[in-house]
């Protein structure tokens, strides 16, 4: 029986889904105030160590490119043995920025190798294989931005064979591109031709972020996934669509709204970035913040409703804001609309339109 358990540590908001001898641990942590990332670094790994276990993964949201200096002593903070980390930058402007940790305790974690270098980490159990990859970067910054992409998708099926997997296992996958509004399109042609020549079509397309953001080598983006390998007929995997929405497929775009992984004892929905677009896949309230976020939020829940969840069960969320000084409306629309707290990263990074002003994507979590 899974049972879920919400408390805070050290600042940190702490969501375990306690599995009986398995326990996943989702941390959220951001700045107190005016706090500087070697402090929030060290408060992150001051949390991993008084819950205990391994690290899958770290994600750091929002950091500027001077923050790249204080990056080792968040890695010794909360592992120390060489962990890929994503790192996405912009200016950490009103100190928005946050990391996000899958921690996991009472199955061991192994490490994901590509080249000289740890991409991702590796772990069973009872629903299956997990693998997660973080952090994936070109080799060389240097090559035109598809040749780099395209370089990505082939490390990711490099590590993913590894581990005897393929990219037909993925269900969640993240690409922060950066300068995304200058190439948007050419990405998305990259990524069409790899999941036609790959038949992704014909099975789970992932749910996916695509957002703007910089990376720690200056190249044209960074990406990370999580495939499963289920262990039996029980565990399955599926697309869910938005109630609100069409399909991104109808204008181009290869992800999913929403994936779902149904387990015996519980159900994980991974929500898309959404932001504020029609059933015609056209931006709606134009330069107008407030309306945006209103509508995205709704949009969110009507998938969390959809599969009997809600804000309560959100587990890990990022929000994304083209304007720093926009992100007050979020904090008024959740009060103005009594939602319940959930563990949420705000920052300021550009959506895939000019005209999109605010994007959000949620993990949730719900035992049955």
Known sequence: MAGIRKQSLAGADVITLD???????????????????ESLFRRAGEVVHQIGGQVVSVEVLGMSAADRKDLPDLMQAVDGSGLAVGWVENT????????????????????????????GSL???????????VGLLPTEASGTREKQTGEIFEQMETAL????????????????????????????????????????????????????????????????????????????????SSPLQSSAHDYGSSFSRAVEMDCPDHRRLYVSGTASI???????????????VARTMEVVQAILESRRMGWADVTRALAYFKRAEDAPLLVAYQQENDLPPFPIIVAENDVCRDNLLFELEVDAVRAK
């Open 19 to 37: 599995r009986g001898p398995v326990q996943e641990h989702f941390i959220t942590l951001t700045p107190e105030g005016d706090e500087l990332p």
């Open 92 to 119: 950490r402007a009103d100190n928005l920025c946050g990391i996000h940790i899958w921690l996991l305790a009472g199955t061991p974690v192994t490490r994901v190798e590509l080249g000289d270098g740890v991409v």
């Open 123 to 133: 772990f069973d159990n009872d629903c299956g294989r997990y693998c997660r990859l």
């Open 161 to 240: 064979a590894k581990v005897g997997m393929t990219f037909a296992n993925v269900f969640r996958t993240w690409f922060y591109n950066h300068d995304i509004l200058d190439w948007y399109d050419e990405f998305n042609t990259v990524r069409n031709d790899f999941f036609r020549d790959r038949n992704i079509y014909d099975g789970v397309v992932p749910a996916s972020t695509g957002i703007g953001g910089g990376n720690a080598i200056d190249a044209a983006l960074v990406a990370g996934l999580v495939a499963l390998e289920p262990r039996s007929p029980e565990v399955r995997v599926f697309q869910v």
């Open 278 to 292: 029609d059933k015609a896949g056209n931006t709606i309230f134009l330069d107008d913040c407030r309306a945006q």
